[in-house]
């Protein structure tokens, strides 16, 4: 095996470990937590499902992309809850760490494919980053409206919170976003979500 292979092999052998960083999203069906490697590809394939909805054309292979790899950081990083402000201040720091050192396993080609990729999703500019984006938020949101809210509940999150994120889902899609309102409408309503 030439050490181009070998460098693959072994981020291959890395991104396994996404499989063991759990979320405090639950699977549908109030199942167990859902791990990020799970996340990842839900939302990768809601994301060519539901393309059509893209406020813009998009390249749907990047998006997907995006999708599955947008969380791997959280190997080192470490799953930073969407409503914890503590947690947040310092995601960006955590992250940016475990991006050069995950990303570095890989031949220089693909490492700078990757980073360049992940820095897209970041940096939420362009199309398909809006459209990933907003899958990001949708897929959890779908999972939570199935488990009655339960999420929101135990975690005691208010709808202006949960508002204030999922109205970026306008970015990359009006239509998904109104499908957002009226899920969050209805998880105020039967008090899953607490009014602000």
């Given amino acids: 095996m030439d050490k181009r292979m070998e460098q693959q092999i072994a981020f291959s052998l890395e991104i396994d470990k996404e499989k063991n960083v759990y979320r405090q999203t639950h699977l549908s069906g109030h199942g167990r937590n859902e791990n990020d490697a799970e996340h990842a590809w839900h939302m990768a394939i809601m994301a060519y499902l539901l393309k059509?909805?893209?406020?813009?054309p998009i390249d749907i292979s990047r998006v997907m992309i995006m999708c599955l790899i947008h969380d791997i950081v959280e190997i080192d990083a470490g799953d930073t809850y969407a409503y914890d402000k503590e947690a947040l201040a310092t995601q960006k720091e955590r992250e940016d760490a475990a991006k050069e050192r995950i990303f570095s396993l890989l031949p220089e080609d693909q490492r700078k494919e990757l980073t360049a990729i992940f820095d897209e999703f970041e940096a939420y500019e362009t199309p398909e980053a809006k459209f990933a984006h907003t899958m990001?938020?949708?897929?959890?949101?779908?999972?939570?409206?199935?488990?009655?809210?339960?999420?929101?509940?135990?975690?005691?999150?208010?709808?202006?919170?949960?508002?204030n994120r999922q109205r970026k889902n306008k970015l990359g899609s009006e239509?998904?976003?109104?499908?957002?309102?009226?899920?969050?409408?209805?998880?105020i309503e039967r008090g899953s979500l607490k009014k602000a």
């Fill in 175 to 187: 239509k998904i976003f109104e499908v957002t309102d009226a899920i969050l409408k209805k998880n």
């Fill in 52 to 56: 059509e909805y893209s406020n813009e």
């Fill in 136 to 163: 990001d938020n949708f897929q959890p949101l779908l999972l939570n409206d199935s488990n009655e809210g339960g999420d929101w509940i135990e975690h005691g999150v208010g709808s202006d919170v949960v508002y």
